[in-house]
């Protein structure tokens, strides 16, 4: 009797599953039609992935595993699509801060150069020094709520495969 693991849909490997057990996963939606599945070698890495239909009859699989939803029109919320988004919220987010950024820095230098010398130049200065400071704290506070959001969701994910594992016992 072989061992099989297969990875999920975030890529985590899950198993050890006997055929049987493989086709009730089939069966309930766990294990879609392109989910790869292989067996562990004595390196303790995967080996020979196949999709899942070259393992499984086609007509074990859940018929509504067969649509793999994707992102946004995922309703049953299988997977998660808002850890899929958090490299583009991180982007954005440098994007308008460095936009804001600059706004302030112009008119730090539009001050310095209007007032030559007086209150506006030490008023220009102020502006471009808080302005980078709040830039620095800015995205400093982003990047950790996003880095909050992804651990949240990686703590689930990681809770799932426990629980699977003691259903697999």
């Known amino acids: 009797m072989t061992d099989y693991f297969y990875l999920d849909t975030n890529g985590t490997r899950r ?5 049987d057990r493989l086709q009730e996963l089939a069966a309930n939606g766990t294990i879609r039609p392109d989910t790869l599945i292989g067996e562990m070698d004595a390196g303790l890495t995967l080996t020979g992935l ?8 086609d007509s074990t699989f ?11 029109f995922d309703f049953g919320f299988t997977r998660f699509f808002t850890a899929s988004l958090i490299p583009f919220f991180w982007i954005v987010s ?31 200065t102020f502006y471009i020094l808080l302005s980078t400071v709040a830039l620095l704290i800015h995205l ?14 990686r703590i689930e994910t990681h809770l799932r495969a426990i629980r699977e594992k003691d259903e697999n016992k």
Not at 15 to 19: F, I, K, V, W
Not at 50 to 57: S, V
Not at 62 to 72: K, Y
């Open 50 to 57: 196949k999709k899942a239909t070259e393992l499984i009859p």
């Open 15 to 19: 198993g050890p599953c006997d055929e």
């Open 140 to 153: 400093l506070l982003i990047r950790i709520a996003l880095e909050f959001l992804l651990i949240v969701f």
């Open 62 to 72: 859940n018929s509504d595993a067969r649509r793999t939803p994707l992102g946004f």
């Open 94 to 124: 440098v994007v308008v801060a460095f936009s804001i950024w600059g706004s302030f820095v112009l008119i730090g230098l539009f001050a310095i150069i209007t007032g030559a010398v007086g209150d506006d130049t030490i008023l220009g």
